[in-house]
């Protein structure tokens, strides 16, 4: 009997390929933070190294504390409604984060950030899972791996686009990253 060869990777089905693209901006976006998130603050605001600290802690207690309410919020507001507020508070904590000058208010952006990435690739996974047109474990799968993709390959590129521009504009470009969680 003649073994079938299985493919290394497979792309997502296409009903399945928006949520993938969820997911790759989602890690990105959290990835971004915790490579570039302190050096931001350093080099971008000058701030010292106590309070780029400090922002970053703020930063993963506000993604914790997301992660922590995001089933009670998933069941008080539903999936739909709560993807589209974590991505409008990823794009304006981005976009604070790009035009403020004043450290305090970027760690608001900060906060807006953290708790916007929290809960979008859990909530992805789940609707991924109940789909009834595609085999789940495939899907989540093949989904994961181009999350992951923007999770490893996104904070080069902003390194990259530092080192020809400025760190604020990678940052910029993030926040319209961020707009393909809508």
Do not use: H
């Amino acid at each position: 009997e003649p073994v079938k060869k299985k493919k290394f990777f497979s792309l997502p089905e296409p009903q399945m390929m928006k949520f993938a693209l969820i997911c790759f901006a989602s890690m990105a976006c959290e990835n971004t933070m915790y490579d570039w998130g302190s050096v931001y603050f350093r080099q971008v605001l000058q701030a010292g190294k106590g309070l780029s600290t400090f922002a970053f802690v703020v930063y993963m207690v506000a993604m914790t504390t997301g992660r922590l309410l995001g089933d009670w919020m998933t069941n008080k507001l539903g999936i739909l409604s709560l993807l589209i507020m974590s991505g409008i508070l990823v794009m304006t904590g981005f976009s604070i984060t790009v035009i403020s000058p004043f450290p305090y208010l970027t760690i608001a952006g900060y906060i807006l950030i953290g708790f916007g990435v929290s809960c979008v690739v859990p909530m992805v996974f789940s609707m991924a899972g109940k789909s009834a047109k595609t085999n789940s474990g495939a899907a989540l799968a093949s989904i994961s791996t181009i999350g992951y993709m923007g999770f490893l390959f996104i904070p080069p590129f902003v390194g990259f686009v530092a080192e020809f521009s400025s760190l604020r504009w990678s940052f910029a470009c993030i926040a319209l990253l961020a707009t393909l969680i809508l």
